[in-house]
């Protein structure tokens, strides 16, 4: 997990230097209307719990504590931004875009930093937020967008942009060590939290007038625990598989001798209890672990359940593994996964010969006379809102 800190230095790329200009109007936030005010779209083109997540708000704890702006610690000392974080490495090679938050002009780039460089050794610490974008918006905001996947960069500096725009897509760039966008929001050279429209200096013990959008807040709800992913598969699930994407979509064959489910969280606190139950078609359970996670909020943590085959061959139908996380005798987190093993290959039945006046059930599935029965399905559903306003 990354421990880095996006605290900006006089840092000159391309020429401009890496710091807001000096702000123009007012500090405190106008009216939270749609009419009046000036608002924010979300910067990356996901769902909130659904293909990304908020693993990090901004500090708005000025001591060497740290809160959020709901007064809880999905934060860490110093940070100045909101991580957007995406799900793995896979989701990153296939491209998710960035978005322009609010139209503006680009003052500032860099394009040049590898994806991956600081979780691989390399020394990144003058570059801290790798491949980046700056713009400057109405208002005295400047908006900064940080960690960009090399080469996909869509502007260039002076060219106006407008809200909703793409302007790259989320990579790992600079001191990262998982793929997500550090957007920053900046006044008169202030940080700026977006979820309370404040300097991040106020505090969390404020009336808030967020920044977003009416139709981003959405996205902005809090979120107290994620799961990054879930799954079922036969291998032994590790996070650097998680993250190459190597178990999505691979579901168990009825003679597969054990089965694993997965599921990656962050944000759990020391103390939460896990559990993971897997049901059989019946609805019996074959398979149940608790735990109580010892550990740091920042950290990624992998829970397994590995359940033997009950028998000869797993019988056919649908199996549900139900993971919930529990924070103080309240349930934070639903999360269900589905697996459905419609037919049992083993079966004498299902790889019969058929006779020549027989009825082929689907020409689209025979071969020399046998029958082949279609892969299992596999059904992830989206896991259960534990949101805060």
């Known amino acids: ?20 200009s000096p702000a123009l109007g007012q500090d405190l936030p106008i009216p ?33 504590r740290f809160r959020d702006y709901n007064c809880k610690g999905l934060t860490y000392d110093g940070h100045r931004g909101t991580d957007i974080r995406i799900p793995s490495l896979s989701d990153m090679r296939k491209g998710i875009d960035v978005l322009a938050v609010a139209d503006g002009r680009v003052t500032a780039i860099r394009a040049d930093q590898e ?56 990579g790992m760039s600079g001191e ?34 967020p920044l977003w959008k009416i139709v981003a807040l959405p996205q902005t709800e809090y979120v107290r625990a994620n ?12 996070a650097a598989g998680i993250e190459e994407g190597l178990y999505a979509g691979k579901v168990p064959a009825p003679e597969s001798t054990r089965i694993n489910i997965y ?43 590995g359940a033997p085959i009950p028998g000869e061959t797993w019988q056919v139908g649908a199996y549900e593994a139900i ?7 309240t349930p934070l987190v639903d ?10 290959y083993t079966s004498p039945t299902n790889n019969a010969v058929m006779s020549e006046d027989q009825d082929d059930p689907d020409p689209t599935d025979s071969t020399d006379g046998f029958y082949i029965p279609p892969p299992p399905t596999f059904d992830k559903t989206l896991p259960s809102s534990n949101r805060e306003q």
């Open 32 to 64: 939270y209307t749609e009419e009046d005010r000036f608002a924010f779209d979300f910067p990356v083109a996901c769902t909130v719990g659904k293909d990304c997540i908020v693993q990090n708000y901004v500090d708005v704890d000025p001591s060497r």
């Open 335 to 344: 999360e269900r996964i589905r697996v459905n093993i419609p037919f049992d």
């Open 263 to 305: 599921v990656r969280t962050v944000g759990l606190r020391n103390g939460d209890i896990e559990e993971i139950t897997l049901l059989g078609p019946d609805g019996t359970a074959l398979a149940q672990k608790q735990a109580r996670y010892d550990g740091s909020t920042q950290n990624d943590n992998l829970f397994i359940l």
């Open 227 to 238: 799961v990054l992913n879930s799954g079922i598969t036969t291998e032994t699930p590790t």
């Open 115 to 170: 994806d991956g460089a600081y979780r691989n050794g390399a020394n990144v610490s003058d570059k801290p937020c790798g491949n980046a974008i700056i713009v400057q918006h109405e208002n005295g905001y400047v908006t900064q967008y940080c960690h960009l996947k090399k080469d996909s960069l869509r502007v260039v500096r002076r060219q106006q942009v407008a809200a909703g725009q793409k302007i790259a897509e989320v």
């Open 176 to 209: 990262a060590t998982f793929p997500h966008l550090h957007f920053e929001v900046r006044k008169n050279e202030n940080a700026v939290d977006p979820y309370t429209g404040l300097r991040a200096s106020e505090g969390c013990d404020v009336v808030r007038e």
């Open 323 to 329: 993971y919930t996380m529990v924070r103080y005798g």
């Open 1 to 20: 997990m990354t421990t880095h800190h996006h605290i900006l230095r006089p840092l000159t790329i391309t020429g401009v230097l890496l710091l807001a």
